[in-house]
């Protein structure tokens, strides 16, 4: 877009100068903030819980749901980055619930970070001059933990907590 304004000599776009809030009909996005806050609530809550306790937490039903409707009605609204992050991030929770395995201190702070930038996302829908927070690094830390049958300190581009992970099972 902005090379073909360049082209014709016109303006650039307001919108590539300077990034603007997502932009959502009032209705809509009275109706998704309010649902997908909820969510978000559950989210935070559930790894609220799971950081006081020792060891892995075990993936809830609950939880996988959470992040399944912030995709759907995320998809259905056209707010591409909370849909990706909870696309994601449910993918991780059912391949863990799949195979049995728990979140540990790692996933417990890629997730943490997850809501975050969901949060951020949120925060922005029709607030003119809103910035998406940067979140395309999160999806490969999600990714990422998705394949843990490594022994070794993981370096990921949203996170780095310096947590080794476990073992997966062989």
Do not use: Y
């Not at 902005?2 to 100068?17: M, S």
């Not at 969510?39 to 799971?50: E, G, I, K, P, Y």
């Not at 994601?88 to 728990?102: S, T, V």
């Not at 830390?141 to 993981?154: C, F, I, S, T």
């Amino acid at each position: 877009l902005l090379a073909l304004a360049f082209a014709l000599g016109l303006p650039a776009p307001p919108e590539i100068l300077a990034p603007s809030a997502i932009e959502l009909d009032p209705v809509l996005a009275d109706i998704f903030l309010g649902e997908s806050r909820t969510h978000v609530d559950s989210v935070r809550q559930f790894l609220a819980n799971c950081a006081e306790s020792s060891g892995s937490c075990e993936v809830t039903a609950e939880l996988i749901r959470a992040f399944h409707t912030l995709h759907g009605s995320a998809n259905m609204a056209g707010v591409l980055p909370v849909a990706e992050l909870s696309g994601a991030a449910e993918a991780l929770l059912r391949l863990n619930q799949e195979q049995g395995r728990g979140i540990d201190a790692l996933a417990v702070s890629v997730l943490q970070a997850t809501s975050d930038a969901i949060e951020q996302c949120l925060d922005i829908i029709n607030r003119p001059g809103g910035e998406a927070p940067e979140w395309q690094a999160l999806l490969s830390d999600l990714a990422g933990l998705g394949r843990p049958d490594e022994e070794e300190v993981v370096e990921l581009a949203g996170v780095s907590s310096g947590v080794p992970v476990e073992d997966g099972p062989k």
